[in-house]
């Protein structure tokens, strides 16, 4: 097989070149769908390690790790909703302006697969059949967390 495999339309040579290209937004990406940064390294860490053990399988290890990261988020969220309310942390030493804040306030408020259809398609930039494939959902039923999910935010930011 040949050594580079595609990553969202570009060519690694190696997992050292995808891992330093893609962790960081592996991690944002985590860390809109959780809140903290400590759990979004972690998860996004996680993901990493996943495609690495399966570097020779995978056909595109971008989509394959941001599936992981929202499969991550989606099992800490669980982990915490039984173990006890979360507060998401504040944010860091970066200032973030008030728009940010409210947006990133707005997501936290909504059900999850509402917050992970958002935040792939707004934040990511993927299209409606991008993510119901990665989500494995009809293209009809990620339309529709778009809509619901959009028309929360605005009644919470209204």
Known sequence: ??????????????????????????A?????????????????????EQVLRRWSDVSFPGAYARVAVVNGSRAWGRRQARSSAYVPEPPGPVMLDSDAVAV???????????????????????????????????SGTVKSHIHRGLLRMQGELS
Not at 9 to 17: L, P, Q, T, V, Y
Not at 104 to 125: I, N, Q
């Open 104 to 138: 990133r306030a707005a997501l936290a408020t909504l059900p999850s697969t509402e917050r992970e259809v958002l935040v792939l398609r707004f934040y990511v930039d993927l299209t409606v059949d991008d993510i119901a494939r990665d989500l494995k959902l009809p």
């Open 1 to 26: 097989m040949d050594e580079s495999l595609a990553i969202d339309g570009r060519e690694a040579k190696s997992f050292e070149e995808f891992f330093a290209d893609r962790f960081a937004p592996l």
């Open 28 to 48: 944002r990406l985590a860390f809109l769908l959780t809140g903290s940064a400590a759990v979004a390294d972690e998860i996004a860490q996680d993901a990493c």
